[in-house]
T-cell receptor, first 110, second 111 residues
Framework: EDKVVQSPLSLVVHEGDTVTLNCSYEVTNFRSLLWYKQEKKAPTFLFMLTSSGIEKKSGRLSSILDKKELSSILNITATQTGDSAIYLCAVGSNTGKLIFGQGTTLQVKP | NAGVTQTPKFQVLKTGQSMTLQCAQDMNHNSMYWYRQDPGMGLRLIYYSASEGTTDKGEVPNGYNVSRLNKREFSLRLESAAPSQTSVYFC??????????FGPGTRLTVL
């Protein structure tokens, strides 16, 4: 059975800290790995990764995929209170569907 | 350009009642999806539609039906609501492989 597992499930840090969120997967016919940020409402797209070892970066957020280890990390540097959210990892396969992990809830304290 | 819209935003039902959740997208996407989100369980796929005229079951389809009315609209129906269907429901659409865009969600409570 395909599955995506995120760790930790929750995390509390202070502003200015750096955090690393993990995502591991076992998915048949892997096609892509995506990260989403969910604040109060809809998940919003952050990154899509398809190639191993190539870092994607957007401001203070960056992510990299390791296909050999079947995992990805999402790094957030110099965290701000606005980074508080649920971070979702999802894996796409050739079926066209996404399989989501449980999410990591990040709280950034002032 | 509204993206993905959903109605209603909130709904309270009694066990056994029926209702339809509406979803529309204005991005001309071919694929549309319905998910439910429960605490600690991420998003689970209920049904999806790869293109107009086709629908397929996802991970948790029992108790639900869907209709892809046209390219823009994809509705989710609960025929006889049960307390286990209390959840937040998200509709999504996509065109480029795997990048899905989500609506604001419907919070449903079944008493």
């Amino acid at each position: 059975e395909d599955k995506v597992v995120q760790s930790p499930l929750s995390l509390v840090v202070h502003e200015g800290d750096t955090v690393t969120l993990n995502c591991s997967y076992e998915v048949t016919n892997f096609r892509s790995l995506l990260w989403y940020k969910q604040e109060k409402k809809a998940p919003t797209f952050l990154f899509m990764l398809t190639s191993s070892g190539i870092e994607k970066k957007s401001g203070r957020l960056s992510s990299i995929l390791d296909k050999k280890e079947l995992s990805s990390i999402l790094n957030i540097t110099a965290t701000q209170t606005g980074d508080s959210a649920i971070y979702l990892c999802a894996v796409g396969s050739n079926t066209g569907k996404l399989i989501f992990g449980q999410g990591t809830t990040l709280q950034v304290k002032p | 350009n509204a993206g993905v819209t959903q109605t209603p935003k909130f709904q309270v039902l009694k066990t056994g009642q029926s209702m339809t959740l509406q979803c529309a997208q204005d991005m001309n996407h071919n694929s549309m999806y319905w998910y439910r989100q429960d605490p600690g369980m991420g998003l689970r796929l209920i049904y999806y539609s790869a293109s107009e005229g086709t629908t397929d079951k996802g991970e948790v389809p029992n108790g639900y039906n869907v209709s892809r009315l046209n390219k823009r609209e994809f509705s989710l129906r609960l025929e006889s609501a049960a307390p286990s269907q209390t959840s937040v429901y998200f509709c999504a659409s996509s065109e480029i492989a795997d990048t899905q865009y989500f609506g604001p969600g419907t919070r449903l409570t079944v008493l």
